[in-house]
């Protein structure tokens, strides 16, 4: 079994900074893909940023300069380091996972989701 587990939400004024960090563990063989998605009720799911195992990145334009992505793949994590925070980025975030439970067996996974609100 594989879980995927995301932490650091929290409440933070407009223009400040939260850290979200994001770890898979398990009976993984290998974490290829990793991204960040938030859900506000009313919309739909938001994909902000990815980043492939060997670093390439990519950002939704709403977020590109202010949020980072980065990963560590000795430790199967990914954070998101958000900053110049705005009331519109308030929202559930989701850390998702492509996951190779074997050499021939990828799979997605989800983590439980951490609220971000963002006041102004």
């Known amino acids: 079994q594989v879980h995927v587990v995301e932490s650091g939400g929290g409440s933070v004024q407009s223009g400040g900074s939260l850290r979200l960090a994001c770890v898979a563990s398990g009976d993984i063989y290998r974490v290829n893909d990793m991204a960040w998605y938030r859900r506000t009720p009313g919309r739909q799911r938001e994909l902000l940023a990815t980043i492939t195992r060997a670093g390439m990145t990519r950002y939704e334009e709403s977020v590109k300069g202010r949020f980072t992505i980065t990963r560590d793949n000795a430790k199967n994590t990914v954070n998101l380091q958000m900053s110049s925070l705005k009331p519109e980025d308030t929202a559930t975030y989701y850390c998702?996972?492509?996951?190779?439970?074997?050499?021939?067996?990828?799979?997605?996974?989800w983590g439980q989701g951490t609220q971000v609100t963002v006041s102004a």
């Open positions: 998702h996972a492509d996951v190779q439970v074997s050499p021939n067996y990828e799979y997605e996974y």
